[in-house]
């Protein structure tokens, strides 16, 4: 039987199973890899902006063009605005 009280308990439980499941991962290697990606990922677009900013623009951008035909093709533009 369910006990009023414990309803507000719940998501919180559900909280904490799915964290513990993340927080214990077979294979650690994947999550640190995923994160440094990320963070060069940042990290790389933080230094072409600021290029352009040093260089008087005012920031960076990138124009992507993707084709969905056979073969599939994707055009990325990069250039200071």
Request: glycine share 6%; aromatic share 10%; with cysteine.
């Given at each position: 039987?369910?006990?009023?009280?414990?309803?507000?308990?719940?998501?919180?439980?559900?909280?904490?199973?799915l964290?513990?499941?993340?927080?214990?991962?077979?294979?650690?290697?994947?999550?640190?890899?995923?994160?440094?990606?990320?963070v060069?990922?940042?990290?790389?677009?933080?230094?072409?902006?600021?290029?352009?900013?040093?260089?008087?623009y005012?920031?960076?951008?990138?124009?992507?063009d993707?084709?969905?035909?056979?073969?599939?093709?994707?055009?990325?533009?990069?250039?200071?605005?």
């Open positions: 039987m369910t006990h009023l009280y414990s309803l507000p308990q719940a998501p919180a439980r559900a909280l904490e199973a964290q513990q499941k993340y927080e214990t991962s077979d294979n650690p290697v994947i999550v640190v890899a995923v994160a440094a990606a990320i060069l990922g940042v990290g790389f677009i933080a230094f072409l902006t600021a290029m352009c900013i040093s260089r008087g005012s920031g960076f951008g990138a124009v992507v993707i084709t969905w035909t056979n073969p599939f093709s994707a055009n990325v533009t990069f250039k200071c605005i």
